[in-house]
DNA sequence: GTCTATAACGGGATAGAC
DNA sequence: GTCTATCCCGTTATAGAC
């Protein structure tokens, strides 16, 4: 079947381009050395995916739609604020752990293209407040929290979140730290940023 | 002179480009662009600047370096941790009101090369602990402040001022602000983070 | 040391014929 | 879907003028 075939295709692309560009980096892979590795004409990967770009995004779009559901449908639940920020940071920084390349990627697209970027669906799931602004303003109004800016307060959590992210190979040389430490200082921030988070809006 | 006529060229070369990466984006600015607009020929361009990437590092460098200078000293003096975490927020985001392209360039830097990046002065500009968490664990011994990881905590702060800067398109058009708007936004943050970093540390 | 002219290479992207 | 030709862009090299 042609549908078939156009699958694997697409696939076997997608998977190749994916080994290599996290064993040698975006940046050293060329369209050619990806194609040919598929075992793919240049030409089809082109009438697939229509730039480098392009394919780096739908290698990811899946890994991100699916944790951007799981981190909108925390902040949109019923939960405590003091529940929903310990979540929301764990299952990111889980995410972000099992992908590291999400945010370098998503910044060279903000970085590149700021004008359309915001559209984008794997750019939109790093940024989305919705229904937790509200809360956190019908919380402050009851004297649960502190008042904050809710749009502030959303900034900071992803920023403490991600960053970390951004800059992880500058931190990893500085301080002298191997792949599993670096992890691990990751990892040990999830309770840091909660605690900074909540102690900024304790009551 | 020769001397003037070199430096006219180079500082014409990177005044044009300036304006041009700053007006259309780095990546939708040609070599060839900003060697016709300078009235400069392009080999002489990279004769001066080898690389279009590093044109733009020493087109930041200057005010990298000023700038770095004045974090560094904020850090280094003998004023309290409140005093300089205050000074420094402040100093450090209106810096980079300046100099708006300064964190996506940074980043870029990283990104593309992870290993060679931690060695540029601009990129270690944007990270220098130094003496400031020997002072976070001497205040927490004493007990004015709560213990805390330094390196945490300075992590933490850096993120806060530094990735609003990464992600401004993004939050622009998702609040839909215009410029002006943007830039009130990022400046009140001043206040919001020196809270933030403060309350997570008050004893 | 400053500057120009020109050619060429490699990589990403495009268009059209088949 | 495939193949070829072609273009743009960053980069390098060379040869030479002032």
Do not use: C, W
């Not at 394919?55 to 981190?71: C, M, R």
């Not at 990111?92 to 590291?100: A, E, T």
């Not at 500058?170 to 605690?195: F, M, P, T």
């Amino acid at each position: 079947m042609d549908s078939k075939q156009a699958n694997n295709s697409r696939l076997k692309l997608m998977e190749t381009a994916r080994e290599l560009f996290i064993a040698k980096g975006v940046d050293r892979v060329g369209v050619r050395e990806i194609a040919t590795n598929a075992g793919v004409n240049l030409s089809l990967m082109n009438y697939y995916f229509q730039s480098k770009e392009n394919l780096l995004e739908q290698i990811f779009e899946d890994s991100i739609k699916n944790y951007g559901q799981t981190l909108r449908q925390i902040l949109n639940s019923h939960k405590s604020i003091d529940q929903k920020v310990k979540e929301y940071v764990y299952a990111y920084i889980d995410m972000l752990s099992k992908d590291p390349l999400i945010v370098p990627f998503v910044l060279s697209i903000i970085h590149r293209n700021a004008e359309q970027a915001p559209r984008l669906k794997s750019v939109q799931t790093l940024y989305s407040t919705d229904a937790f602004a509200k809360q956190l303003k019908q919380e402050a109004e009851k004297g649960n929290i502190k008042p904050v800016d809710p749009e502030q307060f959303y900034i900071s959590m992803i920023s403490l979140i991600l960053f970390p992210f951004a800059i992880k190979p500058l931190v990893q040389y500085r301080l002298g730290l191997n792949d599993e430490e670096i992890a691990l200082s990751l990892q040990s921030r999830k309770d840091h940023i909660y605690n900074m988070l909540m102690a900024s809006i304790k009551a």
